[in-house]
T-cell receptor, first 114, second 115 residues
Framework: KQEVTQIPAALSVPEGENLVLNCSFT??????LQWFRQDPGKGLTSLLL???SQREQTSGRLNASLDKSSGRSTLYIAASQPGDSATYLC?????????????WGLGTSLAVNP | GAGVSQSPSNKVTEKGKDVELRCDPI?????LYWYRQSLGQGLEFLIY????????KSGLPSDRFSAERTGGSVSTLTIQRTQQEDSAVYLC?????????????FGPGTRLLVL
C-alpha cells in the first residue's frame, strides 16, 4: 500500500531564507508526483508536476526534485517571502491500471515571518 | 476564466440528515474528482468521473455516499444519514482529461459539519 510522508510537519523561517520540504513514498511504482499549495478557504493550487521519468521541475523560485528509486522528493523554495506561507502538500499518482487517485501526504505548514 | 466552483461553501447539518454537495468543474474538463480532507488527516480520494461515468469509485467510504455527474459537467456528492465522522472538507477537482499527466484544478471546498 502506497504511503506518503512529509517532513517537517511545520516550519517557521525568517523572510529571505532558502528552505527544503521533504516528501517520501513507500512504493516506487508511481506515474508522477505533484506538489500543491493549500491556502485557507482557497482550495489547492498545483505548483509542480514531475513525471516518473523526470528528475526535477522548476517554476520561478520553486524547484522540485524526484528520486524514484529511493522514494523521495524535495521542494526547494528560494528566497522565501511572507506570501509563501501556506500548507504544502505532496501527492503521488499510482501507476497501475485505471487508477486515477492521488495519494497524499499530510503536508508541511510553512510560516515565513517578515 | 472561471475555476472550479463548489457549493455550499459551508454546511452544518444534524446527524441523520441527508446532504448534497455540488461541484461545477472548469468548462471543457472531462475528468472530475472528489476528495475528502478530515481534520488532522490527509486528503482522501473518493471517486473520479470520466464524462458521466465513474470508472473508479473505490474511495467512497460506505454505501451512504454516492455521486453522480450529468451532462459531463456538474457533479453532486450525496451523503445519506450523515454521521459525525462525515465532518470534513469535501474538495472537488477537474482536469482536461483523465490522463495522469494532467494537472488537477481544485475548488475551494465545502466544509461540512455534522452535529
Amino acid at each position: 500500500k502506497q504511503e506518503v510522508t512529509q517532513i517537517p510537519a511545520a516550519l517557521s523561517v525568517p523572510e529571505g531564507e532558502n528552505l527544503v520540504l521533504n516528501c517520501s513514498f513507500t512504493d516506487s511504482a508511481i506515474y508522477n508526483l505533484q506538489w500543491f499549495r493549500q491556502d485557507p478557504g482557497k482550495g489547492l493550487t498545483s505548483l509542480l508536476l514531475i513525471q516518473s521519468s523526470q528528475r526535477e521541475q522548476t517554476s520561478g523560485r520553486l524547484n522540485a526534485s524526484l528520486d524514484k528509486s529511493s522514494g523521495r522528493s524535495t521542494l526547494y523554495i528560494a528566497a522565501s517571502q511572507p506570501g509563501d506561507s501556506a500548507t504544502y502538500l505532496c501527492a503521488v499518482s499510482l501507476l497501475a491500471g485505471n487508477n486515477r487517485k492521488l495519494i497524499w501526504g499530510l503536508g508541511t505548514s510553512l510560516a515565513v515571518n517578515p | 476564466g472561471a475555476g472550479v466552483s463548489q457549493s455550499p461553501s459551508n454546511k452544518v447539518t444534524e446527524k441523520g440528515k441527508d446532504v448534497e454537495l455540488r461541484c461545477d468543474p472548469i468548462s471543457g474538463h472531462t475528468a472530475l474528482y472528489w476528495y475528502r480532507q478530515s481534520l488532522g488527516q490527509g486528503l482522501e480520494f473518493l471517486i473520479y468521473f470520466q464524462g458521466n461515468s465513474a470508472p473508479d469509485k473505490s474511495g467512497l467510504p460506505s454505501d451512504r455516499f454516492s455521486a453522480e455527474r450529468t451532462g459531463g459537467s456538474v457533479s453532486t456528492l450525496t451523503i445519506q444519514r450523515t454521521q459525525q465522522e462525515d465532518s470534513a472538507v469535501y474538495l472537488c477537482a477537474s482536469s482536461l482529461s483523465p490522463m495522469r499527466s494532467e494537472t488537477q484544478y481544485f475548488g475551494p471546498g465545502t466544509r461540512l459539519l455534522v452535529l
